[in-house]
Nanobody, 128 residues
C-alpha cells in the first residue's frame, strides 16, 4: 500500500507557473508508475502526466501540456512534482497524484483505472 498527499495548489494568473507536490509513504522506486490527473465538472478526470518511477524514469505527458509541464521524481525526499508553466485557463482543476504498484499503467498511463492509490487532491485556479 501507499499513501499520497498533494500540496502546492493555489491561484495563478494565465501564463503563470505553479509546482504541485506529491508526498508518498514508500520509496518512489517501489512505485511502478506515478500519475498526475486533474478533474473538472465539465471534462471529468483527465490524465495529465505520468512517470515510470519504478523503471527507467520515462515520462509521459498529454498533448495539451507538452512543452509546458514537467513531472519530476525525487527519491531522496520521497516526493514527486508536477511543474506547470505558461498556465492556461483550462488548467483550472483539482489535481490528484495516483500510484500504480503493479505496472498496469504501462499499457495506458492515462487511464485512471490503472492506478489503485490516490491522494486527496489540490485545487488549481487560473485567472485571466
Amino acid at each position: 500500500q501507499v499513501q499520497l498527499k498533494e500540496s502546492g495548489g493555489g491561484s495563478v494568473q494565465v501564463g503563470g507557473s505553479l509546482t504541485l507536490s506529491c508526498a508518498v509513504s514508500r520509496e518512489p522506486w517501489s512505485i511502478r508508475f506515478l500519475g498526475w490527473f486533474r478533474h473538472t465538472p465539465a471534462k471529468g478526470r483527465e490524465g495529465v502526466a505520468a512517470i515510470e518511477s519504478g523503471g527507467n524514469g520515462m515520462t509521459f505527458l498529454t498533448d495539451s501540456v507538452k512543452g509546458r509541464f514537467t513531472i519530476i521524481q525525487d527519491n531522496a525526499k520521497k516526493m514527486f512534482y508536477l511543474q506547470m508553466n505558461n498556465l492556461k485557463p483550462e488548467a483550472a482543476a483539482v489535481y490528484y497524484c495516483a500510484a500504480d504498484l503493479v505496472g498496469r499503467a504501462r499499457n495506458w498511463w492515462e487511464s485512471s483505472s490503472a492506478y489503485d492509490y490516490w491522494g486527496q487532491g489540490t485545487q488549481v485556479n487560473v485567472s485571466s
